[in-house]
Nanobody, 126 residues
Framework: QVQLVESGGGLVQAGGSLRLSCAAS????????MGWIRQAPGRARELVAA????????DYADSVKGRITISRDSAKNTVYLQMNSLKPDDTAVYYC???????????????????WGQGTQVTVSS
């Protein structure tokens, strides 16, 4: 049973930074790709970043490139999302997600991720 537990959300002013964490358990994640997916009211779900657990290969949505970094610590079974230069448009619930054997061409397709955490709220004030 895969469990993903997010933490680190909160309220921050525009231009500020937050680091989200996702503690993963229940599997050996070597064949998994991990992602961060956000959902804001009235807006489409968006996968903002993804990383392969084994080799650390990363992908980013155009909307966050240069401002957000995804990383993982295999020893701690934890995935991070470092968010800098935050904008009010970044306000959303952020979900950690995991999917097994996702091919490179589908890394940014949220439908490929079978396991989701409960989400953590990020609110950016203007």
């Amino acid at each position: 049973q895969v469990q993903l537990v997010e933490s680190g959300g909160g309220l921050v002013q525009a231009g500020g930074s937050l680091r989200l964490s996702c503690a993963a358990s229940g599997r050996t994640f070597s064949t998994y790709r991990m992602g961060w997916i956000r959902q804001a009211p009235g807006r489409a779900r968006e996968l903002v970043a993804a990383i392969t657990w084994s080799g650390g290969s990363t992908d980013y949505a155009d909307s966050v490139k240069g401002r957000i970094t995804i990383s993982r610590d295999s020893a701690k079974n934890t995935v991070y999302l470092q968010m800098n230069s935050l904008k009010p448009d970044d306000t959303a619930v952020y979900y950690c997600a995991a999917g097994r054997r996702i091919i490179n061409g589908q890394a940014m397709d949220a439908r490929q991720y079978d396991y989701w955490g409960q989400g953590t709220q990020v609110t950016v004030s203007s």
